[in-house]
């Protein structure tokens, strides 16, 4: 079946650095990348959508020019959470969609990202 | 709005039958999704149903009724691996996921 790889599965970083979060499908091309936020005990937040080659859309009230989110290629999308803040601390999980309706289904493993 | 109801929490035992509910409303609709979540993993998928009826997949069965904008998930012979949350999910016209809050079963012995 489809499997998404996720990298890092948890980091630790300093308030004010930049984490790059990456997801890629290992068999099969993901014309869309769906990233979530998910604080704990609550359900999944839909942060973005991303498109391979064009630039992502964005939730309501999610900062763009702090989440940046790049999909150069069918299999790689990446999250860069840039100036990090302790409210950033998440859990942030990618999922993966294929063919012309896009929707996803298959989850990377999450990356648990603590700012202190 | 849209907006997708389900329980937040259900209790449970051993080797019983649990169901959990879900309505939705969306902007038109293109299936119904459960996943399961155990605590600190990322959602792993259980089903999906696009047409009216009931999906048997082992001890796990999903129903779907798009008249009554409302599914359920029933878990048979409950293990205590089956601790987790479960996520409804609906896709509106636009294939967008509309998530649940989530449903926490707790399982006791």
């Known amino acids: 079946g489809a499997v998404v790889s996720q990298h890092p599965s948890w980091v630790i970083c300093k308030s004010g650095t930049s984490v790059k979060i990456e997801c890629r499908s290992l068999?099969?091309?993901?014309?869309?990348m769906f990233w979530y936020r998910q604080f704990p005990k609550q359900s999944l937040m839909l942060m973005a959508t991303s498109n391979e080659g064009s630039k992502a859309t964005y939730e309501q009230g999610v900062e763009k020019d702090k989440f940046l989110i790049n999909h150069a290629s069918l299999t790689l999308s990446t999250l860069t959470v840039t100036s990090a803040h302790p409210e950033d601390s998440s859990f942030y999980i990618c999922?993966?969609?294929?063919?012309?309706?896009?929707?996803?289904?298959?989850f990377g493993s999450g990356t648990r990202l603590t700012v202190v | 709005g849209q907006n997708i109801d389900q329980p937040t929490e259900m209790t449970a035992t051993e080797g019983a039958i649990v169901q959990i509910n879900c309505t939705y409303q969306?902007?038109?609709?293109?299936?119904l999704f459960w996943y399961q979540q155990h605590a600190g993993e990322a959602p792993t998928f259980l089903s999906y149903?696009?047409l009216d009826g009931l999906e048997e997949k082992g001890r796990f069965s999903s129903f779907l009724s798009r008249s009554k904008g409302y599914s359920y998930l029933l878990l048979k012979e409950l293990q205590m691996k089956d601790s987790a949350s479960y996520l409804c999910?609906?896709?509106?016209?636009?294939?967008?996921?509309?998530w649940g809050a989530g449903t926490k079963l707790i399982i006791k012995p």
């Open positions: 999910a609906a896709a509106d016209s636009n294939y967008q996921l509309i």
């Open positions: 068999d099969f091309q993901a014309t869309t």
């Open positions: 149903n696009v």
């Open positions: 969306t902007s038109g609709f293109n299936g």
């Open positions: 999922s993966a969609g294929q063919g012309e309706s896009g929707y996803g289904y298959t």
